[in-house]
């Protein structure tokens, strides 16, 4: 008969960087998940607003794109912000079957409010760690994400 273990493990896998970084990752979605469930908007919601505001105009394909998603997927995201009146989709007039996507106001001032909230999760997570390190390791992910 086998017994339960009693303490797992995870030797193994921690000596795989890729395994540390989706457990980092992991704890910092939960602490950002968290923030946003209070604004009403989910990580995805935010990360497509957060572009939208930031590149109004931009084409749902972009979007897509950008946030490395089905564009499928997107139209149900895209659907909820603007039914959340946080975004409007205009028509292109170079384009009949693209929109393009423009913020609100409300959804820019939503947008400012959640980073800020997300900023807060960060802090909550990352607090302990000196900001020179935090500022070093960025050009290691850009560096990561380009290839």
């Known amino acids: 008969m086998i017994e339960p273990v009693e303490q797992i493990t995870d030797k193994s896998l ?4 890729g395994y ?12 950002i998940t968290e923030e946003l469930n209070q604004l009403g908007l989910k990580v995805i919601s935010y990360s497509a607003l957060s572009m939208i505001v930031e590149n109004p105009g931009l084409k749902q394909s972009q979007l897509a794109e950008a946030l490395m998603i089905e ?7 895209i659907d909820d912000l603007e039914n ?3 975004i409007y989709r205009a028509q292109l007039p170079s ?4 929109y393009a996507l423009i913020p609100t106001d409300e959804g820019k001032a939503l947008a400012v409010r959640a980073g800020d ?8 997570v990352f607090g302990h760690f000196d900001p020179a390190l935090i500022e070093q390791l960025r050009p ?6 380009s290839r």
């Open 14 to 17: 921690r000596r795989h960087f």
């Open 20 to 31: 540390s970084l989706k457990r980092a990752y992991a704890r910092v979605h939960t602490a």
């Open 71 to 77: 564009r499928s997927n997107l139209v149900v995201i």
């Open 84 to 86: 959340k009146n946080l």
């Open 95 to 98: 384009d009949r079957r693209a």
């Open 117 to 124: 909230a997300v900023a807060d999760a960060e802090a909550a």
């Open 140 to 145: 290691a992910f850009d560096r990561i994400w």
